[in-house]
């Protein structure tokens, strides 16, 4: 069965730094897309970052210059550097990729949710 399992989520001062990471596991023909969206309280769930097989990125305009979405394929996990982290950055981060069990089947899977907040 696959398994997305992240981690790397805390308590950060503004300014700092955190990455997180997400592992897909289980029998896996291949990934499209991996990406992190996040959810605060009373907001909806956005779109952070999002990296396709091709290495093509996509980040949310609050994140720009900031994040950094990478992949480790041999490892099927992806990364979320997330530097000069400010309070409006705190949210549950969820990992969600777009992978295929069978062959040209592509489905989408969730992880569990990390907490990210960041406060003084």
């Known amino acids: 069965q696959v398994q997305l399992v992240e981690s790397g989520g805390g308590l950060v001062q503004p300014g700092g730094s955190l990455r997180l990471s997400c592992a897909a596991s289980?029998?896996?023909?291949?990934?499209?897309?991996m990406g992190w969206y996040r959810q605060a309280p009373g907001k909806q769930r956005e779109l952070v970052a999002a990296?396709?097989?091709?290495?093509?990125?996509n980040y949310a305009d609050s994140v720009k210059g900031r994040f950094t979405i990478s992949r480790d394929n041999a490892k099927n996990t992806v990364y979320l550097q997330m530097n000069s982290l400010r309070p409006e950055d705190t949210a549950v981060y969820y990992c969600t990729a777009d992978l295929e069990v069978v062959a040209g089947i592509g489905e989408d899977y969730w992880g569990q949710g990390t907490q990210v907040t960041v406060s003084s």
């Open positions: 990296i396709t097989s091709g290495g093509s990125t």
């Open positions: 289980g029998s896996i023909f291949s990934i499209n897309f």
